[in-house]
């Protein structure tokens, strides 16, 4: 394989292993991210020029696996609670309500002109509409 199908090969395994239903599957996946890493590392190691030197400061490079699977908890108070799922989806902030206050949401069917707080009203109306001539119906 070339660089660019190890890459490719590379970030479709770390996608893999985000999507994992179980630890086994993700750490066979996670195993998988390493392979693809070292041999990328060592790709590049053939293809680096001999005169070449690395930057003096480079900061060491993070590739995915290196640390995958690492067994050190996340600190119980450090949980975020607002977190849906494995998503990364944050509920939002709900605005505090002075006293007296209150919210009530109504959903709404709209049927030409007309709309409607019952779903089965909606369609009987819709229904109606329909078995209309079609010089005869709401605009």
Known sequence: MDLNELLHQHQASV???GMAGDDDARDNHFAKV????ERVRQLRELR???DTKPPVAAP???IYGTYAGDPAPAPAEKAVDSWEGEGGALDPPEAPLPEGVT?????EYHVGPYVYSD????LAEHMRQLSQEPDERPA
């Open 15 to 17: 996608m893999r292993a």
């Open 34 to 37: 390493a392979e693809y890493a």
């Open 48 to 50: 680096q020029m001999p």
């Open 60 to 62: 060491e490079t993070i």
């Open 103 to 107: 919210v009530k949401l109504v959903r």
């Open 119 to 122: 779903l089965g009203l909606a």
